[in-house]
């Protein structure tokens, strides 16, 4: 049995906000829904996850989010499962959830965006370096094996 941290299942690119810094590209307005792959279920009993996070664009706007957390529960029903919504139709989750799952809203702010673009940008700049063979690994402090 392989065990991992996390799954996440994208659902849906329907969302009914369109925010610049989405990050699941929403902003696109691609839309559409996903069906469930049963070509997936042969990881049943072979992999585990501590979570699982069914989201998407507005993971709450798909018609059939009952039968992907029906799905996910019997895949993998010791995982601790979230859905996660920006919180616009909470009306919309059904009551038999709230034993089995738990409700993420996902918010955007200046702040993450601000760091993110910072990270985004010292990634392009360093991405292209090139670490010489001759390098003495030994004569750079912090580094263990």
Request: proline share 4%; hydrophobic share 45%; glycine share 4%.
């Given at each position: 049995m392989i065990h991992l941290p996390e799954l996440t299942v994208y659902i849906s690119h329907t969302c009914d906000l369109a925010?610049?810094?989405c990050f699941t590209y929403n902003n696109l307005n691609w839309g559409g829904h996903?069906?469930?792959d049963s070509s997936v279920e042969?990881?049943?009993d072979k992999v585990t996850f501590d979570e699982i996070f069914i989201l998407g664009g507005e993971a709450t706007l798909h018609p059939k989010l009952d039968k992907?957390?029906?799905w996910v529960e019997y895949m993998w029903p010791d995982s601790k499962k979230w859905i996660?919504?920006?919180g616009r139709h909470l009306d919309k989750l059904n009551s038999r959830w709230f034993d089995k799952w738990q409700i993420e809203i996902s918010a955007h702010y200046s702040g993450y965006l601000e760091k993110q673009e910072a990270d985004i940008i010292?990634?392009?700049r360093d991405e292209n370096l090139?670490?010489?063979d001759n390098i003495d690994y030994r004569k750079l402090s912090?580094?263990?094996n």
């Open positions: 925010c610049e810094s996903f069906d469930i042969v990881l049943k992907w957390t029906e996660v919504t920006n010292a990634f392009r090139v670490i010489p912090g580094l263990s």
